[in-house]
């Protein structure tokens, strides 16, 4: 409540001799509910049932969700899926577009590595995204700007995983 009067209260603008609240509610779109643990199983080739959480997070420019099973091969495996929004928009305009740009052409750094890993193009129903199968990365836009990220621990191969995220991430854009 504190919080919602504190962004009432910074929004005003002038008109005249009058002063104005304007405020305008940022759509985050709730990573959880972007596609189900049946859509994981399926994209996967997981057993029924084989999903056992969905552990949600909710951030004032973000939210994410884990979707959690067990890998024999691989300790804690999980899927992350993750919206975020411009957290700053009034000063950074093509926010999407720019991150989406930047992780093809400058790359991204990555725990024990001196280097940048580069993504390549990722196309997600029409929209422009960069993926790194280094790092198991997926990311891309919407038409809303909205930017989405969807990371794998899990022991399939890099085929495996690179289907897997065209299949959710086409899911996700259904929403």
């Known amino acids: 409540m504190v919080l919602l009067l504190m962004v009432a209260v910074s929004c005003r603008e002038k008109t005249g001799d009058q002063s ?3 405020v305008e509610k940022i759509y985050v779109p709730d990573a959880a509910q972007l596609f189900s ?3 994981v199983e399926e994209a996967l080739n997981l057993q029924s049932g ?8 909710y951030k004032e ?3 994410t969700a884990f979707f ?15 919206a975020q929004v411009n957290p700053i928009p009034e000063e950074y305009y093509n926010y999407a577009d720019s991150y989406i ?4 052409s400058r790359g991204e750094m990555t725990v024990g590595s001196d280097e940048a890993d580069i ?3 990722f196309t997600v129903a029409g929209e422009p995204g960069a993926y790194s199968l280094k790092s198991r990365f997926f990311y891309w836009k919407d038409h809303d700007d909205h930017v989405y990220f969807l990371a794998f621990n899990t022991s399939h191969t890099d085929e495996q995983v ?14």
């Open 20 to 22: 104005q609240s304007k």
């Open 37 to 39: 643990k049946q859509d």
């Open 50 to 57: 084989a999903v056992y959480e969905v552990s949600p997070s």
């Open 61 to 63: 420019h973000s939210s």
């Open 68 to 82: 959690r099973f067990d890998d024999p091969e691989k300790p804690n495996a999980a899927i992350l899926i993750s």
């Open 101 to 104: 740009e930047g992780l093809k």
């Open 119 to 121: 993504y390549k193009d």
């Open 162 to 175: 690179y289907q897997a995220a065209v299949k959710l991430a086409e899911r996700a854009m259904q929403k």
